[in-house]
């Protein structure tokens, strides 16, 4: 898959609208709404049948997408702030809410779905200076740093804190 170049521009987004998609199992998109397409670059047919990691930015660390999918598989939500990268190469922050689809009979989780608004700015210097230094430890140590990391970054504010916690209580803040 050939990624686009990151540069360094960032595409707002309306306060009023959501970025939905959905996946299968696998994280294969299966759906994509009009806002969603339009912010990423793509099209709806080039969206569908991809890999979500289409629109993974190289800003990210990897420990996010890793505790992201412990808690889906388990059939928990996550939110999480997201930075994105767009077709054109540029980037936009969302605060993302990952859900898993069940099905109505069997209970049984046969995809995931994605919400995601705009993200406030504050909260977003404060992710973003925690992710610039999970990605750096990541590049030394792989993601058994930057999870030794988090763990003592978020022990140090309350020993019960989990990195969905974080994200919920900056949530409420704004
Ligand atoms: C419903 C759903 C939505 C996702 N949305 C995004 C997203 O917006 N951006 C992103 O980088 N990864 C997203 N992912 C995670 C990707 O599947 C993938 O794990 C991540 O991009 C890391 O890619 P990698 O595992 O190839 O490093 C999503 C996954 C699911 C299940």
């Known amino acids: 898959m050939i990624k ?36 990423s670059g793509y099209s709806k047919e080039e969206l569908i049948g ?18 992201m ?9 996550l939110l999480a702030l997201i930075k994105n990268l767009a077709k054109d190469g ?6 993302t809410s990952f859900e898993p689809q069940r099905d109505t009979d069997t ?5 995931y779905k994605a919400s995601r608004k ?16 999970l990605v750096a430890l990541e590049k030394e140590g792989g993601m058994e740093a930057s999870f030794e990391y988090l763990d003592k970054f978020l022990k140090e504010k309350d020993p019960n804190l ?10 409420k803040f704004y």
Request: overall charge negative; charged content about 30%; glycine content about 4%.
């Open 118 to 133: 705009a993200a406030p700015k504050d909260a977003v210097e404060i992710i973003d200076a925690l992710y610039k230094k």
């Open 50 to 67: 991809k890999p979500h990691s289409l629109i993974r930015h190289p800003d990210m660390p990897k420990i996010i997408f890793k505790l």
């Open 69 to 77: 999918w412990d808690r889906i598989q388990k059939g928990e939500n």
């Open 4 to 39: 686009p170049t990151p540069i360094d521009e960032e595409i707002q987004i309306d306060p009023k609208r959501y970025l939905v998609s959905r996946t299968d199992k696998h994280g294969v998109i299966d759906f994509a709404n009009d806002y969603f397409a339009e912010i």
């Open 107 to 111: 209970g049984e989780i046969f995809g």
């Open 162 to 171: 989990e990195i969905q916690d974080l994200m919920e209580n900056i949530h």
């Open 90 to 95: 540029r980037y936009y922050w969302v605060f």
